[in-house]
């Protein structure tokens, strides 16, 4: 099983609302699956070293496949329910970026939309026959967005926040962490009630309430699943332990509706649709099936210069992950390295040394 490893840096936040978590992440993606690891501020990976299971791999690792998506899949078969699923998944990130860039610049320019698609298909490497619907379906999606952006006054604070949960073992980004505006019931103490058997008690009204919210941005357009429920209300126990002191008042969906006259979008909220057993159950589940299989399985790598049975023995090599992940982000050379370090120079010619960082570790 071959596997990569990238830095994860939260995409944008309003440094003067909110902080960044004292940790950064790395995020280690699989044949099947990803994790996240735990950097600290120097670089150095975080001891003891753990892998934290993507919230997605966690959710499709322990959860059946909802029953209105296979369903779908019946309805279209193997092949064309794949390559949809390919196409929206394609769309999707391009929807999540291009939202993005609203939220950073709090402007969106519509006539730009045909050479940003351009420019994405092409960076991808990407086109199928529904592509080319997909200009003006980024404009009714934009605008929707915005017409939510503006229904509830949203104040952003972090866009794409990464974050770990040291005790449930996942991690993931946020789509979106904000302030917004939602009217409740309250009432008005400086227009009491005038007559009647309430008289003097203050009035029931509507009142405006900020509040602090996490959001999740789906491009899909037929409503949400079950998943999208534990999702949330995993990402809302995620911020809330990351920031005990600022807890999150609303987990939510986010999509467009399928709009023909006027923008317009759904929301959902999730509070209390999952039991914390349950998703204590899922979350564990998934630490069984996936990552404490992928933190003992060693991984093959293949390097160096082959001609002779020897030298094709000695480039199939094998570490596990923690080693991989030291040499890819660790400022500490591994032992791994080292190892390879010293052999290389033990098979060099000796030449004069002059700098004490001549040896390439």
């Given at each position: 099983m071959s596997m990569t490893v990238e830095f994860v840096p939260t995409e944008w936040f309003d440094e003067n609302a909110i902080k960044l978590p004292n940790y950064k992440v790395g995020r280690v993606n699989f044949n099947k699956g990803r994790s996240y690891i735990k950097i600290e501020q120097d670089g150095s990976l975080a001891q003891p070293f753990r892998l934290y299971t993507s919230l997605t791999t966690s959710i499709a690792q322990s959860m059946p496949t909802p029953v209105q998506l296979e369903e779908w899949k019946f309805q279209h078969g193997k092949k064309e329910s794949e390559r949809l699923m390919n196409v929206a998944a394609k769309y999707g990130t391009l929807m999540h970026l291009e939202i993005g860039r609203f939220i950073k610049e709090r402007v969106y320019d519509l006539d730009s939309i045909d050479?940003?698609?351009?420019?994405?298909?092409?960076?991808?490497?990407?086109?199928?026959?529904?592509?080319?619907?997909?200009?003006?379906?980024?404009?009714?999606?934009?605008?929707?967005?915005?017409?939510?952006?503006?229904?509830?006054?949203?104040?952003?604070?972090?866009?794409?926040?990464?974050?770990?949960?040291?005790?449930?073992?996942?991690?993931?980004?946020?789509?979106l962490v904000c302030l917004l505006t939602v009217t409740e019931d309250g009432v008005d103490h400086n227009d009491p009630y005038k007559s009647g058997p309430r008289k003097g008690e203050p009035r029931e009204c509507k009142v405006r309430v900020q509040k602090r919210a996490i959001i999740n941005f789906k491009s899909g357009r037929k409503g949400f699943y079950e998943t999208h429920g534990i999702q949330m209300e995993c990402e809302r126990l995620l911020w809330d332990e990351n920031f005990p002191e600022s807890?999150?008042?609303?987990?939510?969906?986010?999509?467009?509706?399928?709009?023909?006259?006027?923008?317009s979008y759904k929301i959902k909220e999730w509070q209390g649709?999952?039991?914390?057993?349950?998703?204590?159950?899922?979350?564990?589940?998934?630490?069984?099936r996936y990552a404490d299989k992928a933190e003992k399985r060693n991984y093959i790598k293949m390097r160096g210069i082959i001609s002779t049975p020897e030298s094709v023995a000695a480039a199939v090599?094998?570490?596990?992950?923690?080693?991989f992940c030291n040499r890819k982000f660790g400022n500490a050379p591994s032992k791994a390295r080292v190892k390879r370090a010293t052999e290389k120079l033990q098979a060099q010619p000796v030449k004069p040394v002059f700098t004490s960082s001549a040896l390439p570790i």
């Open positions: 050479g940003i698609v351009e420019e994405y298909l092409s960076n991808e490497s990407f086109w199928d026959e529904d592509c080319k619907f997909w200009n003006d379906k980024l404009r009714e999606d934009i605008l929707a967005f915005v017409q939510f952006f503006n229904d509830y006054e949203v104040v952003p604070l972090g866009l794409e926040y990464v974050l770990l949960s040291d005790e449930r073992g996942f991690g993931t980004p946020i789509d807890p999150a008042d609303i987990a939510m969906n986010w999509a467009p509706a399928d709009w023909k006259t006027t923008p649709s999952t039991s914390r057993a349950e998703i204590d159950a899922i979350l564990r589940l998934a630490e069984i090599q094998f570490e596990d992950v923690e080693s």
